[in-house]
C-alpha cells in the first residue's frame, strides 16, 4: 500500500516528474473539447496550450501541464446509450427512460458514478456504479478493470477521455461497459493508454502506474487488476506484464500484437512491394503480379483478387494495402500531419507555425528515448538491407530466379528523414517519392535501388526503453482472444499471438504456459467471447483450480468450441501435425517471413553473410541452377550480403542476447 501512495503523491504534486518521460511542446490540451473546461494556466512564459477568457477571447496565460479540478460527474443508462444525471434530485425523481437492474433480487436505477481528473497531462477517468445516493458507490465488487485502448497516435494531443468524448461512448465501449458495471466492476482508464493518442509505451506504463495509484489511494486497493483493450490496448497489456511486474494481475488482449515497434519491421516493406507490383503491371499488363492473390507468394498476407482496393475502389486488393495502407506513412514520414493540429491553430489559439517544426514518426514522439540529430530527427530502426525479398517462393518455384533477382533490385528502401516530402495521398499512395529507387533496376546489368541501413542505436534503445516485447516475462495470465479476420483483410492478423507465443517459447518456455490463446469465427460474437474471458479471468484469480476455460481453444460461428486443450494449433510452433483450430484456422505469413525469418517477428537487423557462401552452403533451392550473369547481379544487388536469420538481431542489446 505504501507503494501505491507514494505514487499517487506522484501524480497529485508532480513530484516525480523527473523520472517520468520528458514531456513534449508542443502539445493540444483537449479538455475543452470534453466539455470539462479549459485547462489550468500555469505559467505565463508562452509554454504550452493557450488558455483565455471566456469573455474576451484573449490569452490570459498557458497551461504546461493540461490540468483541470478533479470531479465527479454522473450519468444514467437510458436503453442502450449513457445521459448525463443529476445525482441531487435523479435518485429520488428518476427520469422516466432510466433504465433499472436486479440487484439482490430489487430493481435498483443504473447510474454510474465516474471520476475525472488529469495525471501526467492526459485525463483519467474512473467509473463505477452508484445504484444509490451516497459519496461511496455501493455496488463495486473490490475488482478492477483497466481499460486500455488501441488506434496509431504520434503524440503532442491529450486524447479525448472515455464518458466525455465528443459524441458519447461507441457502441462497442458501451456494449461491453453496461454488463462490467452491472456485474460490480470499477473501470479506469487513461486517455495516455490509447495507443491512438500516442505510443511511447515508457510513457504508457508510468500513466498506468501514477493513475492506478490514484485509484487505491481513493477507493483502496482492489483485489485485482484486469487489463481489457485491444490492437494497441493488448500491446499495452503485454508490455506492462514485462515492464511492470503488479501494475495488472491478469490480461484480456484482443486482436493482439507482441508490441508496435517490432511491426514496423514487415509493414515498412508493404508499399516497397505494392509499388513494385504496380510498376511490374504498368510495364507488362499480362504480369502475373496483376493477380492479387499471386502477390502472397511474396507478401506472406492475404490477398484477394475480388475485394475492394482502398486507394482506386478497383477490385482486388491485399492485407498490405487494404489492412496496412496508412500506417507507415503515419509513423515513419516526419512531414505526415494529422488535421487535428491545423484546428489546434485556429480553434485553441496557437500562433502560426506553432508545429511546424514537429517531426511527425514514431521515433521523433519518443526523441526523450531515442534521441535526435542536429536537425532534429531521431534515428529510425527501419532496415532492410540483406533482406531476400521472396526467397520462400524462389524455393517453392513460385518465382523463377530472374524475377527473384528484379524484385529484390527493384524494390529499394527508404529514404533519410531529412530527404522526405510530403506524402501525395491517392496520387502517390504508397509513398514512392521517398523511396530510394533506381531507373535501370530492370536491366541484368543496371544499377540495383539501394537498401536502407537502419539504426542499431535506435533498434537497442527500442529494447531498453521496454517498447520491444521480448518474452523473457509475462508474469500473469494472458487470455490472447480475436476474431479471425482474414478474410476481410485486415491489420489484426492472426499469426500476431503465436508471434507472441514464439518468444515466449523461445526466452522463458514456462511463461508460455501463462498464455490462451482463443480464436472466434465471427466478429460479432466478441462482446460474449470477451465477457467469457472476464469471467475465467476472475475465476483464476480469485483462487482455486484453474478453470477449464484456461486453455487454447477456437470458437465456430454460432459460438460451438471447436476444440480446446494443449494440442489445438499444433503445427504453428511445431512440426507436429495440424490441430483442429490449425487446420480450422490457417495463418498466413508476412514479408520477412518469406524472406526467411521466423514467426517471432523480431529482428530489426539481420546479420549479413557474403553471397558467395550463401550460394555454397544451402541457402538457395538445389533445383535452382544459377548462371554466371545471375551470380554476379545477385552480388551487385547484396554487396555486404544477404540475411542471415540464423543469428542473432544485430540490434540487440548484449546483456538481452546473454540471456537468452
Request: aromatic letters at 10%; one cysteine or more.
Amino acid at each position: 500500500m505504501a507503494f501505491w501512495r507514494f505514487l499517487a503523491a506522484c501524480a497529485a504534486t508532480a513530484i516525480c516528474l523527473a523520472a517520468q518521460a520528458q514531456q513534449q511542446q508542443p502539445f493540444v490540451c483537449r479538455t475543452q473539447e470534453a466539455g470539462l473546461g479549459q485547462p489550468s494556466v500555469d505559467n505565463q512564459d508562452g509554454v504550452g496550450h493557450p488558455v483565455v477568457d471566456e469573455a474576451s477571447g484573449a490569452i490570459v496565460g498557458y497551461s504546461r501541464h493540461c490540468s483541470i479540478a478533479t470531479r465527479v460527474e454522473y450519468f444514467y443508462l437510458a436503453g442502450s446509450r449513457f445521459k448525463p444525471f443529476d445525482p441531487a434530485t435523479g435518485y429520488a425523481t428518476p427520469p422516466p427512460d432510466l433504465t433499472t437492474f436486479k440487484r439482490n433480487g430489487v430493481a435498483v436505477p443504473f447510474v454510474v458514478r465516474v471520476e475525472v481528473g488529469t495525471i501526467n497531462r492526459f485525463v483519467y477517468t474512473i467509473a463505477m456504479l452508484a445504484p444509490a445516493a451516497g459519496p461511496e458507490p455501493a455496488a463495486w465488487n473490490r475488482k478492477l478493470v483497466y481499460w486500455l485502448g488501441g488506434g496509431v497516435g504520434i503524440g503532442h494531443h491529450q486524447g479525448s477521455p472515455l464518458w466525455f468524448k465528443p459524441g458519447g461512448l461507441s457502441g462497442n465501449e458501451r456494449q461491453l461497459m453496461i454488463p462490467m458495471l452491472e456485474q460490480g466492476y470499477a473501470i479506469v482508464s487513461s486517455t495516455g493508454n490509447e495507443a491512438g493518442v500516442h505510443y511511447n509505451m515508457r510513457l504508457a506504463g508510468q500513466t498506468a502506474m501514477l493513475t492506478k495509484a490514484r485509484f487505491v489511494e481513493a477507493y483502496g486497493a482492489p483485489l485485482f487488476t484486469i487489463g481489457l483493450g485491444g490492437s494497441g490496448g493488448a500491446v499495452q497489456q503485454y508490455l506492462f506484464a514485462q515492464n511492470h511486474p503488479g501494475l495488472l494481475d491478469g490480461g484480456i488482449a484482443l486482436q493482439s500484437y507482441p508490441d508496435m515497434i517490432t511491426q514496423t519491421i514487415p509493414i515498412s516493406d508493404c508499399p516497397l512491394l505494392s509499388q513494385y507490383f504496380k510498376d511490374e503491371v504498368a510495364l507488362d499488363p499480362a504480369s502475373p503480379w496483376v493477380r492479387w492473390t499471386h502477390q502472397i507468394a511474396i507478401e506472406g498476407m492475404n490477398a484477394s483478387d475480388s475485394a475492394r482496393h482502398a486507394w482506386t475502389g478497383g477490385v482486388g486488393s491485399t492485407e498490405c494495402i487494404n489492412g496496412w495502407k496508412m500506417a507507415i506513412v503515419t509513423v515513419l514520414n516526419p512531414r505526415y500531419k494529422d488535421d487535428r493540429y491545423d484546428l489546434a491553430a485556429t480553434f485553441y489559439r496557437y500562433p502560426a507555425g506553432a508545429f511546424d517544426q514537429v517531426k511527425w514518426t514514431h521515433w521523433n514522439d519518443l526523441a526523450d528515448i531515442y534521441g535526435t540529430d542536429s536537425q532534429g530527427y531521431a534515428p529510425i530502426s527501419i532496415d532492410n538491407e540483406g533482406v531476400q525479398y521472396g526467397l520462400k517462393a524462389l524455393a517453392q518455384g513460385a518465382i523463377g530466379v530472374d524475377e527473384f533477382l528484379r524484385l529484390n533490385a527493384c524494390v529499394g528502401g527508404w529514404k533519410e528523414q531529412a530527404d522526405f516530402v510530403d506524402w501525395q495521398g491517392k496520387d502517390d499512395p504508397y509513398d514512392s517519392r521517398n523511396m530510394l529507387r533506381s531507373a535501370t533496376c530492370r536491366d541484368p546489368e543496371g544499377a540495383p535501388a539501394p537498401r536502407r541501413s537502419g539504426s542499431v542505436e535506435a533498434m537497442r534503445k527500442a529494447y531498453s526503453s521496454g517498447q520491444v516485447y521480448t518474452g523473457l516475462r509475462l508474469g500473469i495470465p494472458m487470455i490472447d482472444l480475436r476474431p479471425y479476420l482474414e478474410p476481410e483483410l485486415n491489420m489484426h492478423n492472426a499469426r500476431q499471438a503465436f508471434s507472441a507465443r514464439a518468444r515466449l517459447l523461445a526466452a522463458n518456455r514456462n511463461e508460455a504456459k501463462r498464455q490462451a490463446i482463443w480464436f472466434t469465427r465471427s466478429e460479432a460474437d466478441m462482446q460474449g467471447r470477451v465477457l467469457e474471458a472476464l469471467s475465467t479471468m476472475d475465476r483464476l484469480l480469485s483462487g482455486g483450480p484453474a478453470p477449464a476455460e484456461f486453455t487454447d481453444r477456437c470458437i465456430d460461428t454460432g459460438g460451438a468450441v471447436i476444440a480446446a486443450g494443449p494440442s489445438v494449433w499444433d503445427g504453428i510452433l511445431d512440426a507436429k501435425p495440424p490441430g483442429a483450430c490449425t487446420k480450422a484456422f490457417p495463418l498466413f505469413s508476412s514479408p520477412r517471413m518469406v524472406a526467411g525469418e521466423s514467426i517471432k517477428g523480431d529482428v530489426f537487423k539481420c546479420a549479413l553473410k557474403p553471397v558467395a557462401q550463401a550460394l555454397r552452403d544451402g541457402s538457395y533451392p538445389a533445383n535452382v541452377e544459377w548462371t554466371a550473369q545471375q551470380k554476379a547481379r545477385l552480388q551487385r544487388i547484396f554487396p555486404r550480403g544477404v540475411c542471415d536469420y540464423s543469428q542473432p538481431d544485430q540490434g540487440l542489446p548484449q546483456v538481452l542476447e546473454r540471456n537468452r
